[in-house]
């Protein structure tokens, strides 16, 4: 494993305790099954200087949500080489069922 890909495993598993959000992927179908590696791995890209995870906003509202991931994302990257990069989360959907009464 290389240390963007270890960062990246490190950052999902954060992200898969903050409630109210999921990793943006590309297919939730049950083709995705097939595929032999975790697709929320497509919902991160790291370079040098930004650090962006792509994420699916289940609860509204959604500002506390991106906080509380903020805080509990940075701390993920404490003591890497990516400890001072930007950390951009993006939301790039709303569940319909966050939507609905």
Do not use: F, Q
């Amino acid at each position: 494993m290389t240390a963007r890909s270890e960062l990246t495993a490190s950052l999902l598993s954060t992200l898969r305790d903050v409630p109210g959000l999921r990793a943006a992927t590309p297919s939730t179908t049950a083709a995705a099954s097939a595929v032999p590696w975790d697709l929320d791995v497509m919902a991160v890209d790291i370079s040098e200087n930004v650090v962006e995870i792509r994420v699916v906003a289940l609860e509204v509202p959604i500002p506390p949500l991106t906080e509380v991931a903020g805080a509990a994302l940075r701390a993920v990257l404490t003591g890497t080489p990516w400890e001072r990069a930007s950390l951009r989360i993006v939301v790039t959907d709303v569940d319909a069922a966050a939507l609905t009464p």
